[in-house]
T-cell receptor, first 116, second 114 residues
Framework: NAGVTQTPKFRVLKTGQSMTLLCAQDMNHEYMYWYRQDPGMGLRLIHYSVGEGTTAKGEVPDGYNVSRLKKQNFLLGLESAAPSQTSVYFC???????????????FGEGSRLTVL | RKEVEQDPGPFNVPEGATVAFNCTYSNSASQSFFWYRQDCRKEPKLLMSVYSSGNEDGRFTAQLNRASQYISLLIRDSKLSDSATYLCVVNGADRGSTLGRLYFGRGTQLTVWP
């Protein structure tokens, strides 16, 4: 079972370059999320999507864009990478929204991005 | 003020010890609470949900105190394999939205030594 798959797993960028992280899930989940994790900061929500064609901002959206053209895919884009975006990025999905009757969040293995 | 506060530790305990982690949250409207476990350089995985009446799963016991906005995780008879970072996670019931976000604490690091 693939679950949630992120590509690439590692990437080194120079300041100003652009890139896209791809998240794919095969569980037919409605909700998908992008988090970043930095030492001592915990997981912070960048953007999320409640369904195909919809996206919304999280806690730290600046410098990132997302798209959810297909239900199974959630793309995270960096238009002009900055050193402050050096981080580990996690994609997650769940069947239901994170409300009172929430389900479990399933995470990808993470993508380690370094911006020089 | 952060939505979820945790003692970062680290906690270093011998095998067989009992260890407790605490977590406080700021949004009194939060309705869902969880403990996730994250191994070094791995993704977080759900350890257990936390229910109002408290719940137990083997050696793990979770407690919720809504009045104090406080969550705890107790691990009994610690094993070497329990070494990990434990993340307190709270639903943030956003105003005007049915989609509450999940807020993660910074995590508490546990090392169990032989």
């Amino acid at each position: 079972n693939a679950g949630v798959t992120q590509t690439p797993k590692f990437r080194v960028l120079k300041t100003g370059q652009s890139m896209t992280l791809l998240c794919a899930q095969d569980m037919n989940h409605e909700y998908m999320y992008w988090y970043r994790q930095d030492p001592g900061m915990g997981l912070r929500l960048i953007h999320y999507s409640v369904g195909e064609g919809t996206t919304a901002k999280g806690e730290v959206p600046d410098g990132y864009n997302v798209s959810r053209l297909k239900k199974q895919n959630f793309l995270l884009g960096l238009e002009s990478a900055a050193p402050s975006q050096t981080s580990v990025y996690f994609c997650a999905s769940t069947q239901r929204g994170t409300t009172a009757n929430t389900g479990e969040l399933f995470f990808g293995e993470g993508s380690r991005l370094t911006v020089l | 003020r952060k939505e979820v506060e945790q003692d970062p530790g680290p906690f270093n305990v011998p095998e067989g010890a009992t260890v407790a982690f605490n977590c406080t949250y700021s949004n009194s409207a939060s309705q869902s609470f969880f403990w996730y476990r994250q191994d070094c350089r791995k993704e977080p995985k759900l350890l257990m949900s936390v229910y109002s009446s408290g719940n137990e799963d083997g050696r793990f016991t979770a407690q919720l105190n809504r009045a104090s906005q406080y969550i705890s995780l107790l691990i009994r008879d610690s094993k070497l394999s329990d070494s990990a970072t434990y993340l307190c996670v709270v639903n943030g019931a956003d105003r005007g939205s049915t989609l509450g976000r999940l807020y993660f604490g910074r995590g508490t690091q546990l090392t169990v030594w032989p």
